[in-house]
């Protein structure tokens, strides 16, 4: 469920465990998330390594709404917002469709085709390239690789060997 939602909310205030692992588990797959605390609870201590990292504190259930409102809105825009154009939100949801056929398309033309090289064919930057095709993974795409190095493939495509093919090791490492 972490994966499929648009981003995660975690009340660390009591430091429950449950609440502890499933934060650990968004951050390690790199999903977005947002942390909300109380200051005003008497054991209430953010880790050391939690420290840095924006939070929403509210103090009250009133300025929790408040702050979940706040966020909601950054995150998707009010309902009827003015400042957003009627149907914008549906707009963009066929663009991101349509990009994430396209990419189909160009990862079975292309089998270990970098982020890089996609988001040139697509015309985009890296960053939307990463967003457009990363709810692909794991379902219509696989990758091979770590990090600058991976390579995306069609599962019917992936490479015998499971890692990066010998033509491009020189690629690789430059």
């Known amino acids: 469920m972490i994966k499929l939602s648009g981003f995660g909310i975690f009340d660390i205030t009591n430091w429950n465990p449950n609440v502890a692992l499933e934060l650990g588990i968004a951050i390690g797959l790199g999903e977005d ?3 909300l605390f109380d200051p005003t609870k008497e054991e209430s201590v953010i ?9 929403l504190e509210y103090r009250d259930f009133t300025s929790l709404k408040e702050g979940l409102r706040r966020l909601l809105k950054q995150q998707f825009g009010a309902p009827g917002d003015p400042d957003l154009p009627t149907g914008a939100g549906h707009e963009l949801n066929r663009l991101i469709d349509r990009l994430r056929i396209q990419a189909l398309h160009l990862v079975s033309r292309e089998p270990g085709i970098q982020i890089g090289g996609i988001a040139a064919s697509l015309a985009v930057e890296v960053a939307h390239a990463q967003t457009i095709v990363r709810p692909l993974v794991g379902d219509s795409l696989e990758t091979r690789g770590t ?16 890692g990066i093919l010998e033509t491009n090791r020189d690629e690789a490492s430059a």
Do not use: Q
Request: glycine share 14%.
């Open 33 to 35: 998330y947002y942390v």
């Open 147 to 162: 990090r600058r190095g991976t390579r995306y493939y069609r599962p019917a495509d992936l490479p015998a060997s499971g």
């Open 47 to 55: 880790p050391t390594d939690l420290g840095g990292i924006d939070r």
